[in-house]
Every structure is written in structure tokens, then in C-alpha cells.
């Protein structure tokens, strides 16, 4: 073990300290969902498209999300957003929370989307349910960035109309000409079918691009994120197409706990996601599921 | 390895120095006692007449590296009135452990490197920065011990700060690292030079003790059969049927890291101040709420997958490569908190026979 | 630092551990390798048994309901304000619900409160009904047999006959020890409805059906001793049970196999040894081997807490006096009267449990003592502890943590937990366990020993007691055989408790086996739906909600479930853990279908937990005069896709 890793431990932060951060604003997404907006004690932070964030209710607990601001937008409020649906007790919690309210987080952690990557290839996003605000931090980094990159394709899918998030965004994004919009519902309200929108699960919208904009398989590089079911049949559509394996990119979801490779919670096999992932190539993950012997999504 | 550039020394310390020599340590002294019905656990401080002789004890209920990362630890408390305010607790003292065993000492090798791979864990290091580690080889191995097979003793070629060998009325002192240098040099006036008869009579007596084992667990084996996924389902699960998710092993083994975190809050006080605390407690993976999402689902939904997911853990050639050993010292410690006799030995044992002991042909 | 050597006080296996603490409280366990029950071995409610002491959810300080306002209170003022109130009371108007987590020193204390402070025969645990199938054996059991047997005497038979033990996770000891055997390439011969983790290491498993046991096992001694009258045919037989002739052949060649028999149950399995009768004609069985060469016979039945034997043996029975004697045994009631120093003892059976709710229900009973939170898990029924508990005009709760019964009470005193209380429990195997302080008291928190001689005190009766160890001095007296407790031995684990009761199984005619009568599946209704008492792999008090691991571990469900295999499951299109409908002739409800491969085909089962909640189409239970226990229905079920 190297001396300096032990000096460092003495002298630097303490690694499970949180950063305080002041609740600015609060956005009611869906009527479990609401948008956090927070302003760090330490002031802006740099981070990637699709690294996370553990943030602290104390006394209650800590818990992982996706920034789903992008970093262009931190750099010009000085703020970061996470997206939070209420299903636990740190999230039940936080939806307590008023602005001015005071949390604790530690970020930027995880890997995020390797964007580098996807520079001057087509890009197809497609996101599922509350998978979206990762992808909404990717998108927005990617459409304040857009001449670094191709055609992009965002296709998002929700059980009901009013399960999507980023409402007021969506209908911006639909407008774009620099952006191919598809969204779908499982089940449509009467308004979603006044308007005539579609309805099915998200990979009934891959015929449709095959149509309007056909993947050209080793220029394309999707992003993929809700649950996992959704992912497995996106997955499968995108291997129809030929995408290359390690062209497909997911985050995965585990129960993350300290968000640094020590607790354990989230490993799969010798890979943690927290550390390792969130984000992972389904060229990794295929490899990953070979070597533990269990399942990845 | 800390310091593995050191200059290895080796040399005497007679056994009526010993005493000296302990009340010469700053700071806390673990050291093993015996415990009221007779366990042997590491106590800090205790009083020096009450620390163990070599040939009294095998090695501790619980191992000392738990002195570094407890069962339960308070990351950090803090204060909720308006603004958080958050407090750490104080800085540890310098620690010296006496009497720790070569497989404990190859597992604390381990643990550094594990709490300060990617990002560092500062309760961890912290402590590990300030321990000295004074071991004494293993001459009378135990009825389940298997250090030999995992790299983990009787005898430590390197990993040791210090390693004593018990030659009956003096000890054969080897330094082996800055740390052990260190304590050495401030201390030369218990030390003679050592003869060289002395470190082939060490190497003869470990030569010796490898006799000594009564059981031997096939690690390599254990690790090509699992990682090849050469095991049958019917041998998983028929293992995982005997393991009641007690907990009991991963609490036992010094390799083992996983642990919970989890907050306390008080009611508020007079002042309006609520208080509490973050703390850190050992955690599972063979518990079924281990790696249960916040939505409820459970990736590892049974107990045979949990129970799987321990031994890939342990034995994957995947997770040997990156932590550059296997992921057990050999210290037999499993054997005895194992409700269902699958304990390390047993599984390993029976991944190399592909047969579970207790089965009977019907 | 280190504590000296306690107990676990989650379950009736008793393991003995040390607690670890450092300068803020306890930080962990120790299993104690050299404890002859625990053996090093600690299940994972040992393991965290430490946490509940670092928990910060506690009731602190007494409280007092005055007014419709719920305010602490001073504990002094609220002792003198809960005896003023009692005062009001006849001795008959007065219950007492004590628990089977606190001290024998506290249920010894609870029994003399009750009998010579109140004057009162209205004790009980809920946990006792239990118990009353063993105990009522116990007078019975003949020279030879050993009953019940230890944990290490049951490691060294040659043949294990285990009887509706479910769960590898419910008596982890026990556990050990059948896992030991079968590494070892002992016999083990299981009798389980549940095809648990033992099921495949057994050298024969039997699935009975469903309250048959009593008649197998008439049926088994019928075969090995040619004396025992077996009122079936062999037709009648295999229709009842289920099981073939030729299987109760297989079954007495293997018992007639070994030397050294041990016969293990669980006296809390609904499906099992829940009836008298099955306890006696599991003596019946074994008497007859006795016949037949076997050299050592022990039975250990299995309780569920951590001293549930000790407040049997302490005398929270409403029939009961300290040291398993009757209410009536003129030399316990003569020495009752000159150790307490009172003229006489109430002679008029007091109330169980579920005659003192449904008393405080009617208006016979209108002051309750509620000690423990013992009901919570035993007399799963919120809405009937409700009923019974806004009914009473006085509820007096000493208790740790704030619940539906403390939400009633008038007086709640807070109670000490595990790890801070001290004193001696009873384990599975009648061995005495020593409790250790490990942890100063939260608040003004203290064991009910010592609110009871206050409220005895205020009453005017003057009780108190410097220590418990002063309580256990007295008890020695009071009870004869157990003079010669000492706490050094009961340190060591040495002190085993063999005292005969006095409960004789009046009631029940040797040749009485009861039939089972069960409802028959059809096309429509293809499940036979059965309460068991298993809610979780292990069975816990409260105690383990405010252990933050256990918690996690325990979060998993608490809307109603059916246990179902997975097959059966999919064939009725459903997934694990899918919203369902359960159908049964009498209606349907709302469940979640947990898959269960331990479960057999044909069979759903319900756990306990949320019978009440599932009344309406399950059916009505009914209380076993015998015994005091809730006696369940069975029905007939079918499950399907909830919309």
C-alpha cells in the first residue's frame, strides 16, 4: 500500500462527508417526482453527464441519484438538479423538504456517459419512466455542445401521460429541429388521445426511426436508461439494428449505499457499480454477466 | 506492500525484556486476554499481566482488525438547528498490536489496500496509518486453521511490521517494513543482534509447523471450478440449503468489508436542536435486504444467489486478479460460526469433489 | 471493553455472547465459543441484538393521560396516580398481561403482584397457550425419558426424529446440531408439512397432511409395540395422513435403526404439535420404542422466547404458581403465605389472555395491566387489541416502545430492553441464562420488577427488593427444587431446571385421537388454505423492528400474503410477490402471492400475522378450551390475478 494513500487519508476530506447544500428550488414533476434544485455550500462542482449524487437528510439517511442537470447548466447557475421519486424512507423525506431546507451531498461520484465517444456519431437516447433525468443531463449537455455531435434521437416512453417528467422540457425538445423528439405512453389518457400521440412500450418507436432516420450501425451510439425490463427489449431492438456492442450504453441500477466501492451493496460480480458504472457498454455488461454468473439487467 | 523496500532485519529479544518493551508503546496496545469463560479476544489496554503467551492461544473469537473497522462506528455526528452542523469524531491514537496473528496481519494487508483503492476510507486509513503490527508466527496451528493454503502463515515472508517467532526463552524479531523499522529503531535496547543460526532454525520450525495442519482447503481448485462455472446448480443449491443467512461468516472473516449505513436522530433538546448521528455498522451479502433496491426489487431474490454471490466474491478469479489474492486468509474462523457446515474449508472442498458432505444417495 | 458473559434475548436457544463497547455505547457482539448452547454460533438476530441499545426511538420518561391530554410525567407521581387508580378495582376487575421477554426475577415479581398484592388469579403471557400441550406431557413423562433433552444431547444421538420444525432459521441452535448429524451421516427423519432446508438432507421426509399428527404417530407406536391399540384401519390410516403403509413401515424401520433417539418440535407450528393429544401420542411413540432396544430417548420441544419457559415456571399462569405448581397445591399455597406474608391466596382460575380481552370487551374486566409488548406479535388482531383495550376503564402499559397498547393506556412506564436489564431466563432446553447489564437504561427506563413494587408499595404493600439477585433468593425459597440455583453455575450454563409440574392431562383420555376434519379442494377451490404461525424465518418481537439491520430485514412485507409454491403459483398466472385475489367460499380478498418452494402443492398458507385482517373470507377462528389457544379455520382457495 503506498505511503501517500495513507498521508492523504489523514490530510484530505473526510470521504463520507457530505457537502451541505441549500434547497433553492423544488419542481413537482409527476405526483410522486419532484425536481430538487440545490445550491452547494462549495460552490459549483464539475461532473459528467450521467455521474450521481448521494444526498443526506440527516437523520434519516443517504441515498444515490443521477444529476439530472447538465454540467453546462451548473456552469452558468452555479446549481445542480437530482430528480426524485418518493418510494423509500431518504426520498419519502426529502418530498418533506421545503426551499431554504438544508441536505447533504457527495458528488460528483460514478463514472458517467462516456461522451467523447459519441462525438460526430448519430445518438440515440432512449429513456423509460423516471430513467429519464440522467439522459436529460446528457441531452442538455449535448444540445448546448451540438455541433460535436450527429443526428440525435431521443425516444422516451412512460406508462401514462402523467408518469412524464420534464413535462414543460419535453414540449421544448419536441419543437427542436436539431433534435429527432418520439415519445409513447403504455396507457393514454383522453387528452394524450385527443392529440393523437402514441401508445405502446418504447421499442415500438424503432420502426418508426427506421423509417424517418435509419440507424447506420457503426456510426451509432445509443443511451439507455429506466427500468430494467425496458432496457433488456431496448437492448434487443438495438442488436436487430446491428449497433455494435460496446455502442450500447446503459446505466445500471443496484442499491447503492456509499457511492465509493466500500460498502458492497452494489457490486456485480468483481465490478462495482458505483465506481465501476453506473454507466456500463452492454459489451461490458455481457462480459460481467459471464463472470458472475448472474444477471445484469 | 508499506515499506517493502525496507531493510529486513532480523533480531533477539529475550523474553524478560518482553514486559519492558510493551509498557516502552505510546499510545493503545491490543493485546489478546482471555475473556471470562475463557475466548480469546484482543482488549486495548489491558493489563500487561493478562496478555496471552503464544503457546496459550490459537487466535481471537473475533479478528483484531476489527479494531480498525469495528462492528458499529460513528462516521459522524451533527447538530439540526437551522443549518447542519456536522462534527467528527476525534482523531485516533497510535494503535500497536501485539500478538496478532500471520493470517490477520495478511488480511490487514488486504483491508489497506481495499479502504484506499479509487477513493480512500478515511476512518479506515486513518487508524491503519497509526498501527503498528507486532505478529507472532504460528507454531501450534489449530484444529481449524488453513493458512497455508491461502497465503495467509503460519510463517509471513512479507506483509509483517514486525514478526516474532517464540524460541522459548527469547524471541526471533524480523522487521519487515518502514512501520516495523520505525518502532525498532526507537527501541534498540531491547534488541540484540540475532545469530544466524537462529533464522535457519526459524526456517525450519516453519518447515515444521506446515506439518502441524490438520485440515487443507484446495483454494486453486476452489477458484478454477467456480470461475470456470464448472459447479453444478444442484451443488449450489443443495450448499445454499444449509446456510441459514446468519451472517455469522462474513462478521467473522478479517477480509470481509461490507457494511450498512444507517442515521440516529434524537428528539430535540431544550435549545430546539435535534442531534444524532451517521454510523457504520457491519452488513452481509447473504442477507436477504442486502442488495434490495429502494423500489423493492432484489437482485439477488434467493438464498441460493446470495449464498453464490459469496463464494464468486471469495474465490472468482475476477476479483483475485484485482485484489491480487484469493479472498481468505485461512484463519479458520468460518468453521466455527458455520450453522450448516459450509464454512470455507467445506465449500471449497466441495466445489474440488463436486459431492457435499451429508448427502446420502436415495 | 468487554461485558461479561450474557444472553441473547431474542429467541429460546439462549446463546451466549459478549457485548463489545467503546466510549459512545455498544458497538457489537462477541459469540461466546466456550457456551454450551451457542457454541461460538450466532444467528443474525444475535448479531444485532446489540443494536435496539443504540436505537433512539424509545419511550423515555412516564407517561400520563389526564383529560384527553397525554403529558410525562414524574415517575414517582405517576406510580401514586396509577395505585390510586387500581384502588378503585375488585381483585377480579384487575388482569395482568405480562411477557416472556422479561426476567424470571420479573415474572416472579408480576406472580406475587398478581397474588397477593391484587388477589388475583388473572395472569398470563400470550405466548403461554403454547406452551400448555408440553407442559401438560410433562407430569407424564416416565424415568428414562429425557424431556426435554439439551442441544448437545440431541448433537449426540444417532437418529433425529424432527416433527414440524419449519424454518432452518427459526431455532438456530437446534439447527446446528441436525446439520452436525447429517455431515456426520446420521439418520434424520422429518415430519414437516413444509419441504424446508432440511428436507433433502433427511433420510426420509414426510409430508403429512395437514393435523394428522397425532394419528400418524398412534399409527408408528402401532407398529413398533403390537400393545398400542391403533383404533384405524391401515386404510383409514394412509386416508388421514396421507401417508402409505409402506412409508409408516420405512418410517419404524429407520426409528428402530438407532441407540439414541432425540425427537425435536416446535411447540409454536399451527400445522403440528399444537394439540395435546400430538404431544402425548409422541410419548406414546417413544414409550414404545423404548420397548424395542432404543437405549436413550430425549424430546426437546422448542419455545419461541427468550424465556417463555421461565415465565411458565415463574407462575404468569392463570393455574399456576412459581415452580409449575398448581393455584391449588396446599404446600405452595402454605408457603406462599409465609414467604409474602399474607393469609391466603385466591383460589377462583383466573383469566387467560383471551379471556381478558374478551372480558375487558364485556365490561367484567376493567383494569388491565399490559407488561411487554408480547401481544403485538401473539394475539395478531389490532382491531380486537383495539376493541378490548378502549374498553377498559384503566390500562396501565410498561413498555419500551411507543404502540397501539401505549396509545390506550392511561399510565405507561417505560420499560428496559435487553442489554439493560439483568437477571436469569429460562432457554428451550429448561437451562437457566444469565442476563448482564450491558448499557445504562434509556431514560427513565427500568424492568417491571421494579415498577411493580412500586405500584405494590403506593397499593400499601410494602415490596422491595435491593437487586434482583434479592428476588431470586427469594424465589429459591419459595420454590423447594430450586434451592440450589446458584449464579455462578447459571453463569456457566450449568444450572438445568427439571422440576415436574403439577398439571396433570386430566382432560384428555388416552384413547381419544382427534380427526382432523378438512374442508376438500375442488376445481374451483383447488387449495387447502392453512394459518401457520410463520411470518417471518424467524419469529421476534419488537425488539427486532428497532435494530436498524433486522428492520431492513423485516421490511418486506407487512400487507397480507399467501405463502404458495412457484408451480402452483404459475398456474394460476400469477408472479412472486403479485397483487392477488384470494377466493374462498365465503368471499375474497386482497393479498400479495409470495412463492415459496417449501411450500407443498395443494397447500397456500397464511401466516398468523394477517389472519385478522383476512377474517372474512378465512373464517372464524375459535379458542381450544384446553389449552387457551386460537384454534384456526381451514378453507378450501383459489388464487387469481388481481385487476
Redesign the interface.
Known amino acids: 500500500m503506498a505511503m501517500e494513500a495513507l498521508q492523504a487519508a489523514c490530510n484530505g476530506k473526510h470521504l463520507y462527508e457530505p457537502v451541505l447544500a441549500r434547497i433553492v428550488e423544488i419542481t413537482d414533476e409527476t405526483p410522486d417526482v419532484k425536481t430538487f434544485t440545490l445550491e452547494l455550500e462549495c460552490g459549483a462542482i464539475e461532473y459528467r453527464p450521467g455521474q450521481f449524487a448521494e444526498v443526506s437528510v440527516f437523520g434519516v439517511g443517504e441515498a444515490p441519484f443521477g444529476i439530472s442537470s447538465s454540467p453546462t447548466w451548473t456552469k452558468r447557475t452555479g446549481y445542480i438538479q437530482v430528480t426524485v421519486r418518493a418510494v423509500g424512507r431518504v426520498t419519502g423525506a426529502l418530498h418533506q423538504l421545503n426551499v431554504g431546507d438544508y441536505v447533504g451531498v457527495r458528488a460528483p461520484l460514478g463514472n458517467g456517459f462516456p461522451v467523447e465517444r459519441a462525438e460526430g456519431k448519430r445518438v440515440i437516447i432512449v429513456g423509460g419512466g423516471i430513467g429519464l433525468p440522467p439522459l436529460r443531463s446528457l441531452l442538455n449537455y449535448m444540445l448546448d455542445n451540438r455541433e460535436r455531435f450527429g443526428k440525435i434521437t431521443l425516444l422516451y416512453g412512460a406508462r401514462t401521460p402523467a408518469d412524464r417528467v420534464y413535462k414543460r422540457e419535453l414540449d421544448e425538445w419536441e419543437r427542436r429541429d436539431d433534435l429527432e423528439y418520439l415519445d409513447t405512453v403504455d396507457i393514454a389518457d383522453e387528452e394524450w388521445q385527443r392529440l393523437g400521440k402514441r401508445v405502446g412500450v418504447v421499442t415500438t418507436l424503432f420502426p418508426i426511426i427506421d423509417e424517418q432516420s435509419p440507424i447506420d450501425p457503426p456510426n451509432t451510439i445509443a443511451f439507455i436508461c429506466g427500468p430494467p425490463i425496458m432496457i433488456h427489449f431496448v437492448i434487443i431492438e438495438l442488436e436487430k439494428r446491428n449497433v455494435p456492442d460496446e455502442n450500447i450504453i446503459s446505466t445500471l441500477e443496484r442499491h447503492m449505499k456509499c457511492g465509493v466501492g466500500k460498502c458492497g451493496h452494489c457490486a456485480i460480480g468483481h465490478k462495482y457499480v458505483c465506481t465501476d458504472g453506473p454507466v456500463f457498454s452492454w459489451a461490458e455488461m455481457k462480459e460481467l454477466e459471464w463472470m458472475c454468473a448472474e444477471p445484469t439487467v | 506492500?508499506?515499506?517493502a523496500s525496507a531493510e529486513i532485519r532480523a533480531m533477539v529479544l529475550r523474553k524478560e525484556r518482553l514486559n519492558d518493551l510493551l509498557w516502552s508503546i505510546e499510545g493503545q496496545l491490543a493485546a489478546p486476554i482471555r475473556?471470562?469463560?475463557?475466548?480469546v479476544?484482543f482488549?486495548v489496554n489491558p493489563p500487561i499481566e493478562q496478555i496471552l503467551q503464544d503457546s496459550d492461544y490459537v487466535n481471537s473469537?473475533?479478528s483484531p482488525v476489527?479494531l480498525l473497522f469495528?462492528?458499529?462506528?460513528?462516521?459522524?455526528n451533527?447538530k439540526?438547528n437551522g443549518?447542519?452542523q456536522?462534527e467528527?469524531p476525534k482523531?485516533p491514537q497510535p494503535l500497536t498490536i501485539f500478538g496478532i496473528r500471520s493470517c490477520d496481519v495478511a488480511a490487514m494487508?488486504y483491508l489497506?489496500?481495499?479502504?484506499?483503492?479509487?477513493?480512500?476510507?478515511?476512518?479506515f486509513?486513518?487508524r491503519?496509518?497509526r498501527t503498528t503490527l507486532i505478529s507472532i508466527a504460528c507454531q501450534r496451528p489449530g484444529s481449524s486453521c488453513f493458512c497455508p493454503c491461502c497465503a495467509g502463515g503460519p510463517f509471513l515472508e512479507e506483509g509483517h511490521d514486525i514478526q516474532l517467532t517464540d524460541f522459548g526463552d527469547i524471541f526471533l524479531v524480523e522487521v519487515g517494513s518502514?512501520k516495523g523499522a520505525q518502532f525498532a529503531d526507537g527501541r534498540m535496547e531491547f534488541f540484540e543482534p540475532a545469530p544466524c543460526e537462529l533464522i535457519e532454525r526459524r526456517n525450519r520450525v516453519a518447515e515444521e509447523t506446515l506439518q502441524k495442519f490438520q485440515i487443507a482447503s484446495h483454494m486453486g481448485t476452489g477458484v478454477r471450478k467456480l470461475t470456470s462455472?464448472s459447479v453444478s446448480e444442484e451443488l449450489w443449491n443443495?450448499m445454499a440449503?444449509?446456510c441459514?443467512?446468519?451472517?455469522?461468516c462474513a462478521?467473522v472473516c478479517p477480509l470481509c468489508?461490507?457494511?450498512?449505513?444507517?442515521?440516529?436522530?434524537?428528539?430535540p433538546d431544550g435549545d430546539g436542536a435535534?442531534r444524532?448521528w451517521?454510523?457504520?455498522?457491519?452488513?452481509c451479502?447473504q442477507?436477504?435486504?442486502?442488495?434490495?433496491?429502494?423500489?423493492?426489487?432484489n437482485?439477488?431474490?434467493n438464498k441460493v444467489?446470495r449464498f453464490?454471490?459469496r463464494f464468486?466474491?471469495k474465490l472468482?478469479y475476477?476479483?483475485m486478479e484485482?485484489d491480487g489474492r484469493v479472498g481468505c486468509v485461512g484463519c479458520g474462523r468460518c468453521i466455527?460460526?458455520?450453522?450448516?457446515?459450509v464454512d470455507m474449508p467445506a465449500v471449497v472442498n466441495t466445489l474440488r469433489e463436486e459431492k457435499l458432505?451429508?448427502?446420502?444417495l436415495? | 471493553m468487554v461485558s461479561a458473559r450474557t444472553t441473547c434475548g431474542f429467541c429460546g436457544c439462549g446463546c451466549g455472547l459478549y457485548v463489545l463497547s467503546d466510549g459512545d455505547g455498544v458497538i457489537g457482539v462477541i459469540p461466546s465459543e466456550a457456551d454450551v448452547v451457542g457454541e461460538g454460533r450466532l444467528c443474525i438476530r444475535g448479531w444485532h441484538i446489540y443494536q435496539p441499545l443504540r436505537d433512539t426511538d424509545r419511550i423515555l420518561r412516564a407517561i400520563v393521560s389526564l383529560n384527553g391530554s397525554k403529558r410525562e410525567a414524574d415517575y414517582k407521581d405517576a406510580v401514586s396516580r396509577a395505585a390510586e387508580a387500581l384502588k378503585k378495582f375488585s381483585p377480579n376487575q384487575i388482569g395482568i398481561i405480562a411477557s416472556a421477554t422479561g426476567t424470571n426475577e420479573d415474572a416472579y415479581i408480576a406472580t406475587k403482584f398478581a397474588r397477593a398484592v391484587i388477589g388475583t388469579n388473572n395472569i398470563d403471557f400470550p405466548g403461554r397457550p403454547r406452551l400448555m400441550p408440553t407442559l401438560m406431557q410433562l407430569g407424564s413423562v416416565d424415568e428414562g425419558i429425557s424431556m426435554p433433552c439439551t442441544l448437545n444431547e440431541l448433537a449426540d444421538a444417532d437418529l433425529l426424529f424432527c416433527i414440524g420444525i419449519g424454518a432452518s432459521t427459526r431455532y438456530p441452535q437446534v439447527t446446528a446440531r441436525i446439520f452436525k448429524s447429517v455431515v456426520e451421516m446420521k439418520h434424520l427423519l422429518l415430519i414437516d408439512t413444509w419441504h424446508s432446508d432440511f428436507a433433502p438432507y433427511a433420510s426420509l421426509h414426510i409430508s403429512p397432511k395437514p393435523f394428522s399428527d397425532a394419528v400418524l404417530l398412534r399409527a408408528l407406536a402401532g407398529i413398533l409395540d403390537s400393545a398400542v391399540k391403533v383404533p384405524f384401519s391401515d386404510d383409514e390410516v394412509s386416508s388421514i395422513t396421507g401417508v402409505s403403509s409402506e412409508q409408516l413401515r420405512a418410517m419404524g424401520d429407520l426409528l428402530l435403526g438407532g441407540k439414541r433417539l432425540a425427537a425435536v418440535y416446535d411447540t409454536a407450528s399451527l400445522m403440528h404439535m399444537c394439540s395435546p393429544h400430538c404431544v402425548r401420542e409422541l410419548l406414546v411413540l417413544i414409550r414404545a420404542l423404548r420397548g424395542r432396544g432404543i437405549e436413550w430417548c430425549g424430546i426437546l420441544p422448542m419455545v419461541e422466547r427468550c424465556n417463555s419457559n421461565g415465565a411458565l415456571r415463574m407462575g404468569i399462569a392463570p393455574m399456576l404458581l412459581p415452580g409449575l405448581k398448581s393455584i391449588t397445591d396446599g404446600e405452595a399455597v402454605r408457603r406462599a403465605c409465609s414467604i409474602w406474608g399474607i393469609d391466603g391466596l385466591p383460589q377462583v382460575m383466573g383469566m387467560s389472555t383471551s379471556q381478558m380481552l374478551s372480558a375487558a370487551v364485556s365490561g367484567d374486566l376493567k383494569a388491565l395491566i399490559i407488561i411487554g409488548d408480547d401481544l403485538l406479535t401473539d394475539v395478531p388482531d389490532e382491531q380486537r387489541l383495539r376493541d378490548a383495550l378502549s374498553k377498559v376503564e384503566l390500562l396501565i402499559a410498561i413498555s419500551s416502545y411507543h404502540s397501539p397498547l401505549t396509545e390506550a393506556a392511561r399510565f405507561v412506564f417505560p420499560r428496559s430492553i435487553w442489554g439493560e436489564t439483568v437477571g436469569t431466563l429460562v432457554n428451550t432446553e429448561g437451562r437457566m441464562r444469565r442476563l448482564i447489564r450491558v448499557a445504562e437504561p434509556h431514560g427513565d427506563a427500568m424492568q417491571e420488577w421494579q415498577v411493580l413494587c412500586d405500584l405494590a408499595t403506593a397499593l400499601g404493600f410494602k415490596m422491595s427488593y435491593s437487586s434482583s439477585d434479592e428476588v431470586l433468593d427469594e424465589l429459591k425459597r419459595f420454590v423447594p427444587e430450586y434451592s440450589d440455583i446458584e449464579l455462578d453455575e447459571v453463569g456457566k450454563g450449568t444450572c438445568l431446571l427439571r422440576e415436574k409440574p403439577a398439571c396433570a392431562p386430566e382432560n384428555i383420555t388416552h384413547e381419544e385421537i382427534a380427526i382432523p376434519e378438512l374442508p376438500s379442494p375442488s376445481d374451483e377451490f383447488p387449495l387447502l388454505l392453512l394459518v401457520e404461525r410463520y411470518y417471518l424465518p424467524w419469529h421476534a418481537d419488537t425488539l427486532a423492528l428497532h435494530s436498524s439491520t433486522l428492520r431492513r430485514e423485516f421490511r418486506l412485507r407487512f400487507t397480507p400474503y399467501v405463502f404458495v409454491n412457484s408451480a402452483q403459483g404459475h398456474s394460476f398466472g400469477l408472479r412472486d410477490g403479485m397483487p392477488a385475489l384470494l377466493k374462498t367460499p365465503q368471499g375474497s380478498a386482497r393479498v400479495t402471492s409470495v412463492f415459496n418452494d417449501a411450500v407443498p402443492a395443494g397447500i397456500a398458507i397464511l401466516p398468523e400475522m394477517f389472519f385478522a385482517q383476512l377474517r372474512q373470507a378465512v373464517g372464524q377462528e375459535r379458542v381450544d378450551e384446553l389449552t387457551g389457544a386460537t384454534i384456526y379455520p381451514v378453507t378450501v382457495a383459489a388464487l387469481e390475478r388481481a385487476r
Not at chain 2, 441459514?244 to 455469522?248: A, L, N, T, V
Not at chain 2, 442477507?287 to 426489487?297: C, D, T
Not at chain 2, 466455527?336 to 457446515?341: A, K, L, N, P, R
Open positions: 506492500m508499506s515499506g475473556l471470562e469463560h475463557g475466548e479476544h482488549a473469537t473475533i476489527a469495528p462492528q458499529t462506528e460513528i462516521l459522524f451533527f439540526l443549518k447542519p456536522i467528527f482523531e494487508r489497506e489496500m481495499f479502504f484506499s483503492r479509487k477513493f480512500i476510507d478515511t476512518p486509513m486513518e491503519a496509518s518502514h462455472r443443495m440449503a444449509r441459514i443467512e446468519c451472517g455469522g462478521f468489508t461490507c457494511f450498512d449505513v444507517v442515521d440516529h436522530k434524537l428528539p435535534a444524532g451517521r454510523e457504520r455498522c457491519w452488513d451479502c442477507f436477504a435486504g442486502y442488495s434490495i433496491e429502494a423500489a423493492g426489487v437482485p439477488r431474490p444467489s453464490k454471490r464468486y466474491h472468482s475476477f476479483y484485482m466455527q460460526v458455520c450453522f450448516g457446515v458432505l451429508g448427502v446420502r436415495r
